[in-house]
C-alpha cells in the first residue's frame, strides 16, 4: 500500500468518528407553545456531547511523520472552540498542531484532509529548516507536494452552511430548560414565561454519530 493510500485510509477513520450530518430541528429537539410563539427547547442533559474526538486525527498525524518525516514527534493534537475563522495553526515553539472544533464537526472529507495535512507540512519545515524559511516559501510549497497536500498560502474551506447548523443554548436557571436560539442573545424569555438575560451560551451542532437528537459541544 502506498503512502498516499495510507493516509487516506486514516482519513477515512477520522471521519468515520467525527463527520456531522443535517439534522432537522424537529428531529432534534421539541417544540413548545408560549405567548403566542413555537420555541424550539431541550430538556435532555445527555443528549449534549463534548466536543469532537481527536483520536483519528492524532492517527492520520502519525501516518504522514512515519512516512515522510520519522524523526519527528509532535504531541496530541489540540481541540479549539476558539478558532472560528482559523481552522488550523500549527505553533513551532510547542510542536503543535491546533484544529477548530468547527472543522471537525461540521467539515466534509476534504476539509479536514486539506487542513491537516496543511499545518502537517508546517511542522517538517519546522523540523527539517527550522525558523529559516519563510511561512509559505518553496521549503513549504515542496514538502506540501511530497506528501500530497494542496501548496497554497491557505486552505480553501466553503463554510457557508456551517451557521445554518450551528445552535447556541442556555439552561433557564428557574425551570432547568435549554432554550436554542440560532445566535447568542442578550436577553430571552423561556417557555415558562421568565425573561433572562444569559451570562453564557453552549454551542452545539448535531451529531451523526448518536440517535437523531444528539449533538456535540463547538
Known sequence: ?????????AIKELIDRSRVTKVSDFEAGSWTHSGGAYQLVFDFEHHIKDKPPVIAV?????IIL???????????????????RTLGSYTPAKKLISISSRL????DEGD???VVLH???????????????????????SVCLQIGAKPRRYVDVRTDDWDSRIRHLSKCEYCHVWIVRKRR?????????IKLYPQSWCTVAPDQEGVAGDWVRL
Open 119 to 141: 499545518e502537517v507540512a508546517h511542522a517538517i519545515v519546522h523540523s527539517r529548516w527550522g525558523e529559516r524559511p519563510t511561512a509559505h516559501g518553496k521549503e513549504f510549497r
Open 58 to 62: 492524532d492517527e492520520l498525524v502519525k
Open 104 to 107: 471537525l464537526a461540521l467539515g
Open 185 to 193: 442573545m442578550k436577553s430571552v424569555r423561556c417557555v415558562c414565561g
Open 66 to 84: 512515519r512516512s515522510y518525516e520519522p524523526g519527528l514527534t509532535l504531541p496530541s493534537v489540540r481541540v479549539s472552540g476558539r478558532m472560528r
Open 112 to 114: 479536514i484532509r486539506e
Open 1 to 9: 500500500m502506498t503512502k498516499h493510500n495510507l493516509v487516506n485510509r
